[in-house]
């Protein structure tokens, strides 16, 4: 069975502070990448579909100049940039002609941006062809290239602005004074109501509205405009999926898993024949000392009987009588007598228990020397390497958890943050590296959007400061 493929729409806000990094992303301003997939020998192939020739934020404020958007009402951060992404997987592009399928694609797609936000407020479409699948490229056997749109938009709304309670003329309040098109992100992507087949509201448990996501309503509409125009053999994807980006770095995991795997048994192979004869050691020492511990109780049993054999040779046994078979003997010596015969008895059964034991200790010693013999004779000869060899073993498994980790770090700035947020980081000082190092989670999160603002800040101070602009005003100054 093929695979299924999916189309993805989904949108990114910018405010005119952040939109920069989209902007050196978008038109392949930076030399480098942290997105290793990346082929700038492959960038002549990105297609633009309307071209910015300025900055971003310079023919935002053309177009707001002109009049053609407002930015009324509006805070300096507010978002009044959208970045929509439409995207198909690969393999959709290669079984039905590649790179030339893909151009009238996007070319298509970007006609349905135009109808979602409108021609006049569209900053700039680029289909990239650069971005390689590592994936398709190893299971095709040949380069195969992640193509998708990228479209800087204005989210614009019709806003009348009528006339208010303080206007001169009483007969014009709350009729219409201006209508503007007015950028609102909020208001361009509002959530709809639910609606049954006959046209009624449909209502949640709590006897609310249930509201559609706009971005759900938006992957619908890109569903039908490209399937109506004639595109097939896909299916609606999800919001906000990420399905092609999370494939590759699915494969790239897959692989690094398979090679940590390979080493891991390695080692575990290596680690349970040094447990085993550690272990074998372990207890032909422990075994080793019981049977001491049992000898020298033998050997203090035979000087207890040694020191018995002294006391009975020292018994006046009596005198026998002349007739009859018994002997006379003092009461004390009788006494020790009966007790020195208890205790011999007792030891005779104790002495030949302790010898059966002590066979077959010696057995066992005999049999762990002969399993752990090749490792004892290895300690013997060259302990050094032996100790190394096993050190080596542990470090490759460490240097694996490492890579682990790091590529674990990869994935998570990838997932945070844009490349060219990413870039920032990678260029920080050691200093702000090491104090970053301490945090996790959240903060960790918190301390590097820090840096990556206080970085752009930076940015714009050195641009603005070079600018032809600036410099004439300072040359203006120094000569008044």
């Known amino acids: 069975m093929g695979k299924t493929n999916y189309s993805v729409a989904r949108v990114v806000t910018y405010t005119k502070q952040s939109i920069g990094k989209a902007e050196r992303h978008n038109e392949r301003k930076n030399k ?9 020998e492959q960038t002549k192939n990105n297609v633009h579909y309307k071209t910015c020739n300025t900055t971003y934020n310079e023919r935002l404020k053309e177009l707001v100049d002109t009049g053609t958007v407002s930015l009324r009402g509006l805070k ?12 198909i997987n690969s393999d959709y592009f290669e079984k039905h002609g590649g790179y030339d399928f893909a151009k009238k694609f996007y070319e298509e797609a970007y006609h349905f941006a135009e ?16 971005e390689q699948n590592i994936a398709l490229t190893e299971e095709y056997g040949k380069p195969i290239y992640h193509y998708h749109l990228h479209v800087i938009a204005l989210p614009v709304v019709k806003k009348e602005i009528k006339y208010s309670k303080r206007t001169k003329d009483k007969s014009l309040v709350g009729k219409v004074k201006e209508t503007i098109m007015q950028v609102s992100h909020s208001k361009k992507w509002k959530s709809q109501k639910a609606l049954d087949n006959e046209g009624n509201e449909i209502l949640n448990d709590k006897g609310k509205p249930v509201l559609i996501k706009s971005y759900s309503l938006l992957q619908d509409r890109f569903y039908k405009y490209m399937s109506d125009n004639g595109y097939k053999d896909f299916i609606r994807g999800e919001k906000g999926s990420n399905a092609e980006h999370l494939s590759d770095l699915e494969y790239k995991a897959k692989k690094e898993k398979e090679k940590l795997q390979a080493i891991t048994d390695k080692v575990k192979e290596q680690q349970a024949k040094f447990a085993e004869n550690a272990s074998a050691i372990e207890e032909t020492k422990k075994q080793k000392n019981q049977v001491q511990q049992e000898l020298n109780d033998i050997k203090k049993d035979v000087d207890d009987y040694k020191s018995y054999k002294g006391d009975i040779d020292n018994i006046d046994v009596g005198k026998s009588k002349f007739f009859g078979k018994k002997i006379e003997l003092d009461n004390n010596d009788y006494q020790n007598l009966v007790k020195y015969a208890k205790k011999g008895v007792v030891a005779d059964v104790e002495i030949t228990k302790l010898k059966d034991e002590n066979i077959k200790l010696k057995h066992d010693f005999n049999e762990l020397k002969e399993k752990t013999r090749d490792f004892i004779r290895a300690i013997a000869y060259a302990p050094t390497k032996v100790m190394n060899f096993f050190k080596s073993l542990f470090k490759e498994e460490e240097q694996e958890k490492q890579r682990q980790l790091e590529l674990a770090e990869q ?8 490349p060219a947020e990413r870039e ?5 000082t050691d200093y702000d590296k090491e104090y970053l190092n301490r945090f996790e989670g959240e903060t960790r999160e918190r301390i590097e959007r820090g840096l990556i603002e206080e970085y752009e800040k930076e940015l714009r101070y050195k641009e603005k400061i070079n600018s032809s602009e600036y410099k004439k005003r300072r040359a203006d100054r120094d000569a008044r």
Do not use: C, P
């Open 32 to 40: 480098v990448y942290s997105n290793m997939n990346v082929d700038l």
């Open 76 to 87: 300096d951060n507010a978002k009044v940039f959208d970045e929509l992404v439409l995207d």
């Open 115 to 130: 109808k979602e936000y409108g021609k006049d407020n569209i900053i700039s479409a680029v289909m990239h062809a650069d």
């Open 411 to 418: 994935q998570r700035l990838e997932k945070l943050y844009t």
């Open 424 to 428: 920032i980081l990678a260029n920080i």
